[in-house]
């Protein structure tokens, strides 16, 4: 910024040797312009800032609660397909049980582990450019989630997968599903052992749902003047 301005100011020595207008007057209107340009900047960058962190805010508080994934169709951990495939014959042979207290149990998971995003989710956010964050303001409802997204996405399945790890060992997840999967390689014809890492799979569909509902979040701040909810906000994204 500090460039732009100098560079201006080398303009407008310039245009004062073929014009008549003052050079106080072009002087201080350049350096006005690039205090406007420079307060503006600053505005969008910390507006974007404060939409993410009250989106990812309100995402936590919403899926870390009890039912935040089980009780939501759309985020809902539902069984790994190939299991899903030999659902009807599991529950035929009295497993239904079973595959609920399974599903029951990896959303429970998922929803002890979405508070963990936290402190990842602020380090990016603080680390944003005010490039990033202008390109982004001007970008689609849910521009900001997808940059976020590229930027954690690894490192929060890495945070992830130890604490769901714990988390399913409280809620025995990964003994129900070896349950399910003895039980589906004993059905004449059609069992088969699945090999599956139960805990990779509970923690990217954990981290699924917590970016789809951040994307919504975005989404609202960007499109619902009532979601706006502090004055940089309303400023910002008006």
Do not use: W
């Amino acid at each position: 910024m500090k460039k732009n301005v100098f560079l201006s100011v080398l303009l407008v020595l310039f245009l004062c040797q073929h014009a008549h207008a003052s050079f106080l007057d072009l002087l201080k209107e350049t350096l006005n312009t690039a205090t406007r340009t420079q307060t503006d900047t600053g505005k969008v960058d910390l507006g974007l800032k404060e939409a993410l962190n009250v989106g990812i805010k309100n995402t936590i508080t919403y899926l870390g609660k009890k039912d935040g994934y089980f009780g939501n169709a759309a985020v809902k951990i539902l069984l790994p397909e190939k299991v899903r495939k030999l659902e009807p014959a599991l529950r035929g042979i009295g497993y239904g049980q079973k595959i609920d207290e399974f599903t029951l149990s990896m959303n429970r998971a998922a929803e002890k582990a979405a508070p963990l995003a936290a402190d990842i989710f602020s380090s990016a956010i603080a680390e944003m450019s005010f490039e990033d964050a202008n390109k982004i303001l001007r970008g689609g409802n849910t521009a900001a989630t997808e940059d976020l997204k590229s930027k954690t996405y690894n490192k929060l399945l890495d945070k992830f997968q130890p604490e769901v790890r714990k988390a399913m060992s409280e809620y025995q997840v990964t003994q129900q599903y070896d349950a399910l999967n003895a039980q589906a390689q004993s059905i004449p014809l059609v069992g088969q052992a699945v090999n599956l890492d139960v805990n990779h799979y509970v923690s990217s569909k954990a981290l699924d749902g917590l970016f789809l509902i951040l994307s919504k979040e975005e989404t609202n701040i960007r499109t619902n003047p009532q979601a706006r909810v502090t004055d940089l906000l309303k400023e910002v994204f008006k």
